[in-house]
């Protein structure tokens, strides 16, 4: 029996799309890889930046996940890290002071 090329398709994506949880729950993990990554890519990126005071290009080491599944965008005027994966799942964190260092907005 042949086996359309979306028959293929939908069968090598469905177990994924299933596992990641549709990306519609931010703060329920579970299996949710892709948010766990991009929340902490941003976190941490965010705190190595504007906490620790390092260089952009030591922090992108510093938070590199692999496989590398996540992009990373850096607002220095906003104090603000940007992450995204697979145009579904993503997360923000910024600086808010000294004392409280980077926090993930809602």
Same mark, same amino acid.
């Given at each position: 029996?042949? !086996? #359309? *090329? ?20 931010? %703060? ?7 948010? *766990? =990554? #991009? ?14 005071? !390092?260089?952009? &290009?030591?922090? !992108? ?7 590398? =599944?996540?992009?990373? #965008?850096?607002?220095?005027? %906003?104090?603000?890290?940007? #992450?995204? &994966? ?5 997360? !923000?964190? %910024? ?7 980077? =926090?993930?907005?809602?």
């Amino acid at each position: 029996m042949k !086996r #359309t *090329l979306l028959a293929v398709l939908l069968g090598a994506l469905a177990p994924a799309l299933v596992s990641f949880g549709g990306g519609n729950s931010r %703060h329920r993990y579970g299996n949710n890889d892709l948010v *766990l =990554v #991009t929340s902490y890519t941003a976190k941490d990126a965010c705190s190595c930046l504007f906490v620790m005071e !390092r260089d952009e &290009a030591f922090c !992108r080491a510093f938070v590199k996940a692999d496989p590398a =599944v996540a992009s990373l #965008t850096i607002d220095f005027e %906003h104090k603000a890290v940007e #992450t995204s &994966a697979l145009l579904l799942w993503g997360a !923000r964190a %910024h600086y808010v002071d000294a004392r409280d260092g980077c =926090v993930l907005d809602e």
